[in-house]
Nanobody
């Protein structure tokens, strides 16, 4: 199983970015998926999560500006980020709680990260 993020870029304050996370490999089902971000001073922090049924949750710092979504048919998750601020600059990681086979316990997998930078 592999998670690959894409979409990171350099944008100006107030701009937008759309991140993608694609899961590939042989597995049974994906339960929850989420986005985290990491900076040298704050470490890794949770940004948003979405479960298979579509329910979403957001960190207070991004609520109203970021939108998480997923395409279950394509095993892909997205993070639409708008109203970006310099403090949103981070390495963005996705994770997914994946069950390889029916009846087996699930495991959390992580991607390698994609850099999003917001200039002031």
């Amino acid at each position: 199983v592999q998670l690959v993020e894409s979409g990171g870029d350099l944008v100006q304050t107030g701009g937008s970015l759309r991140l993608s996370c694609a899961a590939s490999g042989s597995f049974g089902s994906i339960a929850s998926m989420g986005w985290y971000r990491q900076t040298p001073d704050k470490g890794r922090e949770w940004v948003a999560s979405v479960i298979s049924g579509g329910a979403t949750n957001y960190a207070d710092s991004v609520k109203g500006r970021f939108t998480i979504s997923r395409d279950n048919a394509k095993n892909t998750m997205f993070l639409q980020m708008s109203g970006l601020k310099p403090e949103d600059t981070a390495l963005y990681y996705c994770n997914a709680d994946i069950r390889l086979r029916i009846g087996r316990p699930s495991k959390v997998y992580w991607g390698q990260g994609t850099q999003g930078t917001v200039s002031s």
